[in-house]
C-alpha cells in the first residue's frame, strides 16, 4: 500500500482532473468498471461555486504528438456537485480527491469550506491555473499570492489540500514551495502548456477560445524536468504527470521525485491506460511501484 497524505492507495497511478469522467464511464462500462477500476484514486474534474458553460466551440485541437483543448471549466456548479455528483461518486471503489478553482481566496475558500463536512472526499486539489480577477495572473503563477490563497484555505479544514500547479510561470519551484508554506499537504503538476493552434484556412485562431493548453506525449519532458525541479525543493508529497503512457514514463516521474502519476491525455485514447501502466509500473519496477 502506498500513503499519501494519510490516505491508503492500491497503486501509484491515479488519473488527471478532467481526463476521465467516472460517471461517465459508469455509464458506458456499468458494474466492471467498479470490478476493475482502473486507478488507485479518483480525481474529479474541476468545480466552480456557479454553474458554467464553458468555452465555444470548437474545443480541442490535434497537434504533433499532442492535443490543445479550450474546454473552460463546464460544470454545474457546487451545489449541483454536492447534490448529484458525490453520491454517485462516493460508489467508485477508491478514494475520491475533488478539484476545484475559484478566482478569488474566498471563493475558493467557500468551496474548500463545503467539501470538509463531506466524508466521501479524502483530499482537495485546489487548480490555481485560474487568472486572478484583480492582476489577470494566473493565480498558481505567483508565489506571493499563492502562499496568500493557501493560509486563506487552509485553516478551513483538515482535508489534506493538493495545490496543482501550473507550468506557465517563470519558476514552478518557487510556486511550489509558496504553496508547501502556507499549508499545502501535496503539489501536482504539470497542468496544460499555454498554446495556440491556428485554424487551416488563416482565418486565425481554431479554437473557440482562443488560446488552450497543450498536453500528451509532446509535454513529456517539460513534465520531466518540472516534477525534478519541485520534487527537491519541497519535502510534501508530488504527484507527477504531463504526457505519461506507459509504465517507464510513469517510473521516469517517480524516478524525478513523484510518490503517485496521475494519467491524463492517454486515458483519452484508452480508458484502461491507468489499469496498464500500474501493471506495467509494477512489472518493470517492482520495487517502486508500491
Ligand atoms: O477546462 C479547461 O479548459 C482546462 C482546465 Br480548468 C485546466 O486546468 N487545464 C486544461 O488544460 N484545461
Same mark, same amino acid.
Given at each position: 500500500m502506498i500513503d499519501f497524505c494519510g490516505i491508503e492507495l492500491r497503486h501509484r497511478v491515479i488519473n488527471a !482532473?478532467?481526463?476521465?469522467? #467516472?460517471?461517465?464511464?459508469?455509464?458506458v462500462f456499468g458494474e466492471e468498471l467498479y470490478e476493475r477500476f482502473p486507478f488507485a484514486a479518483y480525481v474529479s474534474k474541476t468545480i466552480t461555486l456557479a454553474a458554467r458553460d464553458g468555452n465555444p466551440p470548437p474545443r480541442l485541437w490535434e497537434s504533433a $504528438?499532442?492535443?490543445?483543448?479550450?474546454?473552460g471549466l463546464p460544470n454545474r456548479g457546487l451545489a449541483s456537485y454536492l447534490e448529484y455528483?458525490?453520491?454517485?461518486? #462516493?460508489?467508485?471503489p477508491v478514494p475520491l480527491i475533488t478539484n476545484v478553482m475559484g478566482s &478569488? $481566496?474566498?471563493?475558493?475558500?467557500?468551496?474548500? *469550506? /463545503?467539501?470538509?463536512?463531506?466524508?466521501?472526499?479524502?483530499a482537495i486539489e485546489l487548480?490555481? !491555473?485560474?487568472?486572478?480577477? /484583480? &492582476?489577470?495572473?494566473?493565480? @498558481?503563477a505567483d508565489p506571493a499570492g499563492l502562499e496568500a490563497l493557501l493560509r486563506h484555505v487552509r485553516p478551513l479544514g483538515r482535508k489534506p489540500l493538493v495545490v496543482k500547479l501550473t507550468p506557465n510561470t517563470a519558476?514552478? #519551484?518557487?510556486?511550489?514551495? $509558496?504553496?508547501?508554506?502556507?499549508?499545502?499537504?501535496?503539489?501536482?503538476?504539470?497542468?496544460?502548456?499555454?498554446?495556440? $493552434?491556428? #485554424?487551416?484556412?488563416?482565418?486565425?485562431?481554431?479554437? @473557440?477560445? @482562443? !488560446? %488552450? %493548453?497543450?498536453? %500528451?506525449?509532446?509535454?513529456?519532458?517539460?513534465?520531466?524536468?518540472?516534477? *525534478?525541479?519541485?520534487? /527537491?525543493?519541497?519535502?510534501i508529497p508530488v504527484i507527477g504527470m504531463g504526457g505519461v503512457a506507459s509504465g517507464r514514463d510513469a517510473g521516469?516521474?517517480?524516478?524525478?521525485?513523484?510518490?503517485?502519476?496521475a494519467i491524463g491525455t492517454e486515458c483519452f485514447r484508452d480508458p484502461a491506460a491507468g489499469t496498464r501502466i500500474a501493471a506495467e509500473l509494477e512489472l518493470r519496477f517492482p520495487q517502486i511501484a508500491r
Amino acid at each position: 500500500m502506498i500513503d499519501f497524505c494519510g490516505i491508503e492507495l492500491r497503486h501509484r497511478v491515479i488519473n488527471a !482532473s478532467g481526463c476521465f469522467d #467516472a460517471l461517465a464511464a459508469q455509464r458506458v462500462f456499468g458494474e466492471e468498471l467498479y470490478e476493475r477500476f482502473p486507478f488507485a484514486a479518483y480525481v474529479s474534474k474541476t468545480i466552480t461555486l456557479a454553474a458554467r458553460d464553458g468555452n465555444p466551440p470548437p474545443r480541442l485541437w490535434e497537434s504533433a $504528438a499532442g492535443m490543445i483543448n479550450s474546454i473552460g471549466l463546464p460544470n454545474r456548479g457546487l451545489a449541483s456537485y454536492l447534490e448529484y455528483d458525490l453520491p454517485a461518486l #462516493a460508489q467508485l471503489p477508491v478514494p475520491l480527491i475533488t478539484n476545484v478553482m475559484g478566482s &478569488t $481566496a474566498e471563493e475558493v475558500g467557500e468551496l474548500v *469550506a /463545503a467539501l470538509q463536512d463531506r466524508e466521501q472526499v479524502a483530499a482537495i486539489e485546489l487548480n490555481v !491555473s485560474c487568472p486572478n480577477v /484583480a &492582476t489577470g495572473l494566473d493565480i @498558481g503563477a505567483d508565489p506571493a499570492g499563492l502562499e496568500a490563497l493557501l493560509r486563506h484555505v487552509r485553516p478551513l479544514g483538515r482535508k489534506p489540500l493538493v495545490v496543482k500547479l501550473t507550468p506557465n510561470t517563470a519558476d514552478v #519551484a518557487a510556486c511550489a514551495a $509558496a504553496a508547501e508554506a502556507g499549508g499545502a499537504d501535496s503539489v501536482s503538476l504539470i497542468n496544460t502548456l499555454r498554446a495556440v $493552434a491556428l #485554424a487551416p484556412d488563416g482565418s486565425g485562431p481554431w479554437l @473557440g477560445g @482562443g !488560446s %488552450g %493548453g497543450l498536453s %500528451g506525449p509532446a509535454i513529456r519532458s517539460v513534465a520531466l524536468a518540472q516534477v *525534478a525541479r519541485v520534487a /527537491a525543493r519541497v519535502s510534501i508529497p508530488v504527484i507527477g504527470m504531463g504526457g505519461v503512457a506507459s509504465g517507464r514514463d510513469a517510473g521516469d516521474l517517480i524516478d524525478a521525485g513523484a510518490t503517485l502519476v496521475a494519467i491524463g491525455t492517454e486515458c483519452f485514447r484508452d480508458p484502461a491506460a491507468g489499469t496498464r501502466i500500474a501493471a506495467e509500473l509494477e512489472l518493470r519496477f517492482p520495487q517502486i511501484a508500491r
